[in-house]
């Protein structure tokens, strides 16, 4: 019995329980423990030192809370078979295992035209064959093609576990105190309502809290300006890197798997043939290969891969209205003359962006509220919320960035 549950010491939580045979195996598989090594946050860390925590721990927490949750609604008298409690299980727990090196910041960069959770599907039907499909309920719950609509919702709706836990746990790693939300209340009020995932009423005022400080953490966290320059450094690295391997400039990464990826563009669509090429891969074949193209005879590349290492990153400007020409075109003159620069070359150097965030928006996203009457309203439709339709719309900002001379 000792085999079959093993408790994982989470400082979010606490202790985290796992006690299914078949959760521990996927837990131990090469495709699984990979998550280690890469960063839920990507370059958060140069601005909260404390954001060095991994994939693994992200998805072991929304495992945890996924567990929460089902015990939560089996005890409201929502019908859930022991199959569907396990499908939801690893539904959770494999749902981010299709990201790559440094997560969204390389996601267009490495494979093209391959989203994150196209690989991470990929990833369970492999799995799926390995342990004699035992996983098919967690696949059919994953891609909404499972009948218990509520069970899809719990992993990728606009109040799911997911989201709850990197929440919880980014406020905590970093320290900024406005991402705390008070994610067990809203468990605690957890409901299913003619087959959709519904809140109770009295959780109105914790769901308005989750909204908000998602907005916060946004803008506080995943899109602070100093984090935005360090990934598009690194975009920039990489997008260098490939144009001097299609002028047949020897440029070879530190790792065979990033090589491969880098050389062969061709494979961009053959993902699956590469699978196991694509899980060796993690953010230390892309900082080794960073490191050592600090050396590279390019100084384009040179410059860029230093200023990463170094943290002298991109000076970064947002402003509400897009950036005029002449102040683009004023910056790019600087360096080439600074770098005897081409007008091309200075685009890694100066370039302009768009960051988003929207808070919540109605057309495509639903958090519904049950009422004690049994009537049902979208969070911003509720009198007096504080989530109202002009919150629906998009933030966005413009931003520059350019090296500093």
């Given at each position: ?97 299709g ?15 391959v ?6 599907i ?11 499909n ?6 059919d ?15 990728a ?60 953490m ?38 065979p ?33 960073v ?36 102040a ?30 929207t ?15 049994g ?31």
């Open positions: 019995m000792s085999n079959t549950r093993k408790i994982i010491n989470d400082p979010v939580y606490g202790f985290i329980t796992i006690d299914h045979p078949l959760i521990l195996d996927i837990i131990a598989h090469p495709y699984y423990q990979r998550l280690r090594r890469i960063y839920q946050m990507a370059f958060a860390h140069l601005v909260y030192p404390g954001a060095v925590h991994s994939r693994l721990h992200h998805s072991l927490g929304a495992y945890h809370l996924m567990c929460n949750a089902l015990s939560e609604l089996k005890n409201k008298g929502v019908e859930i078979t022991r199959e569907e409690e396990l499908g939801a299980k690893i539904a959770i727990l494999l749902h981010d295992v990201h790559g090196p440094y997560s969204h910041t390389l996601e267009k960069e490495l494979i093209n035209d989203h994150h959770e196209a690989l991470s990929l990833i369970m039907k492999v799995l799926n064959k390995k342990f004699n035992q996983l098919q309920t967690a696949i719950i994953f891609t909404n093609n499972y009948p218990k609509k509520f069970l899809y919702q719990l992993i709706g606009q109040v799911d576990v997911d989201r709850m836990d990197y929440l919880t746990r980014d406020s905590f790693f970093t320290g900024v105190s406005e991402g705390v939300i008070g994610y067990d209340r809203i468990i605690k009020m957890l409901t299913v309502h003619n087959g959709q995932l519904m809140v109770e009423e009295k959780a109105i005022y914790s769901i308005e809290k989750f909204l908000v400080s998602r907005r916060l946004y803008w506080q966290v995943y899109l602070h300006k100093t984090v935005l320059s360090a990934e598009m450094m690194l975009v920039k690295i990489i997008q260098r890197s490939k144009e001097l391997i299609a002028s047949g400039i020897k440029t070879e990464a530190a790792t798997a990033l090589n491969y990826f880098l050389q062969n563009l061709s494979a961009d669509h053959k993902t699956e043939e590469h699978l196991d090429t694509f899980c060796s891969l993690d953010d230390f074949d892309v900082m080794a290969t490191k050592n193209w600090i050396d590279h005879p390019d100084k384009i590349l040179s410059i860029l891969c230093r200023g990463l290492v170094d943290r002298k990153l991109y000076k970064v400007k947002l402003q509400v209205d897009e950036f005029e020409d002449s683009v075109n004023k910056k790019k003159k600087e360096l080439m003359q600074r770098f005897a620069l081409s007008n091309e070359e200075a685009g890694y150097f100066v370039f302009t962006g768009e960051a988003i965030n808070t919540y928006n109605p057309d495509d996203e639903r958090i519904n509220i049950l009422f004690k009457d009537s049902v309203k979208d969070i911003s439709n509720v009198d007096n919320a504080l989530i109202h339709q002009h919150l629906s719309s998009p933030v966005k900002k413009q931003y520059i960035c350019y090296l500093r001379v």
